[in-house]
Every structure is written in structure tokens, then in C-alpha cells.
């Protein structure tokens, strides 16, 4: 069975630091890796996939790594603006050959001006 | 503009109404989904479709019928509506069925029973 984990459930920082969220998974054996934003009462925005042969994917101010063989994938925010402030989600098919996605338990993000 | 979309985006009810969601999406997707957000934020997959037809069934209790008229649509019928279905539900497209496609999501469906 695939469990995924982040860290922090919750973040607080001031405006201008590079933060990293944390990811981990039990099954190494995926095809690709999704990083996810919501606002408060909002859907799911997705800001970065990486595919399992990738080690790496960038978007903007965002950085997403993956290591599949200790089951770990961080998302990095440079220079974060108090528009960042959400909950990231990372998610992972779970191999049953579709796309079923198993969810992280997000970590909640406010970055104060 | 809007990819996928969903209505209503509020929903509040009586314990042992029937009520439905309604799911559309516009980027030619061939898979559907439908996860369940509950109180804790968790979120879970309910079912999945690929081009009108269910390829995952989670342990979602029968009173819960997914349909899909065509492949851009994927509605939701809940029936004899209880407490415990109270959520946010999420619709969600990809390409296809393998599992190299990035999942679509739409801004989600409120679902407060009373």
C-alpha cells in the first residue's frame, strides 16, 4: 500500500526566504510525482510534475527533486512573497497501472509580508 | 476558459436527500475522476472513468452512483444523504489511463449535510 507523508504540516515565514517542503513515500515504484497548491476554498492547482526518470523539474521560483530510491521528493520556493501562502500537496499514482492518486498530507504554508 | 469545471460549487442539504454534482471538462481528456476532500483535508479517490467507462471503484459506500453521459462529462448522484458526507468533492481529468498524465483538477464541490 502507498502512503505519502510531508513535513511540515505547517510553515510560517516572513517574506524573502527560500523555504523547502518536504515528501515521502512508501512505494518507490511510481511513474511520476505531483506537486499541488490550494488556497483556502479553492480546487488544486498543479505547479510541477516530474516523471520518475527526472530528477528535477522547474517552474518560476519553484524547484521539485525527486529521489525514488529513498522515496523522498522536496519542493523548494526561492524568494517566497506572501502570495505563496496555501497548503501544497504532493500526490503519486499508486501502481495499479491507472491513475490513482494517492495524496499527501499537505503542509500548510504562510508566508507574512 | 475554464478546464474543468464543476457545479454546484455550494451544496447544503438534508440528512436523506439525493443530490447530484455535475463535472465538465474542455481539454479532450479521456479519464475522469471524482476524490473526496473530508474535514481533515484528506484527500481520497472515489472513482475514476476512461472514455464512459469505471476503471476504479474505491470502497465507496453503493449510495454513491457515478455517470458519464460522454467522456467530457462525469457526474456525481448521492443518495439518502448522511452526516458523514459532508465534504469538499473534487473532479479531475487526465489524457489518459496510464499514469504518466498530469490530473486537472476542478475548484471543488462543498457538500454540507444538516
Known sequence: KQEVTQIPAALSVPEGENLVLNCSFTDSAIYNLQWFRQDPGKGLTSLLLIQSSQREQTSGRLNASLDKSSGRSTLYIAASQPGDSATYLCAVPWNTGFQKLVFGTGTRLLVSP | ?114
Open chain 2, 1 to 114: 476558459d475554464t478546464a474543468v469545471s464543476q457545479t454546484p460549487k455550494y451544496l447544503v442539504t438534508q440528512m436523506g436527500n439525493d443530490k447530484s454534482i455535475k463535472c465538465e471538462q474542455n481539454l479532450g481528456h479521456d479519464t475522469m475522476y471524482w476524490y473526496k476532500q473530508d474535514s481533515k483535508k484528506f484527500l481520497k479517490i472515489m472513482f475514476s472513468y476512461n472514455n464512459k467507462e469505471l476503471i476504479i471503484n474505491e470502497t465507496v459506500p453503493n449510495r454513491f452512483s457515478p455517470k458519464s453521459p460522454d467522456k467530457a462529462h462525469l457526474n456525481l448522484h448521492i443518495n439518502s444523504l448522511e452526516l458523514g458526507d459532508s465534504a469538499v468533492y473534487f473532479c479531475a481529468s487526465s489524457q489518459d489511463r496510464i499514469t504518466y498524465n498530469e490530473q486537472f483538477f476542478g475548484p471543488g464541490t462543498r457538500l454540507t449535510v444538516l
